[in-house]
């Protein structure tokens, strides 16, 4: 599935936000790569999925689906 993440580098996008969590964009994407699980967020009712950053980390990252195949990362942090 070839998706392309929506990331917003303007102050206060999402850049900024997952890097407050200590993770880049790539970190995501690496996650996705190898992804383990696809899921709900609990608190926003939004699809997430689990898998590992660059560093072997494992990440939890929400996502709006934008269309078929353009997601827009609305958080990501370790778990």
């Known amino acids: ?23 880049i964009p790539e970190d995501v994407e690496e996650a996705f790569y190898f992804v383990e699980r696809f899921t709900t967020s609990r608190s926003s009712g939004l699809p997430a999925f ?5 560093n072997g980390d494992r990440i939890f990252v ?13 958080t990501a942090y370790p778990i």
């Open 50 to 54: 689990v898998g590992p950053a660059l």
């Open 1 to 23: 599935m070839a998706i392309a993440f929506f990331w917003v580098f303007e102050p206060g996008g999402n850049v900024d936000h997952i890097a407050g969590h200590g993770l």
């Open 62 to 74: 929400v996502y709006e689906e934008i269309d078929a195949n353009t997601w827009h990362v609305k």
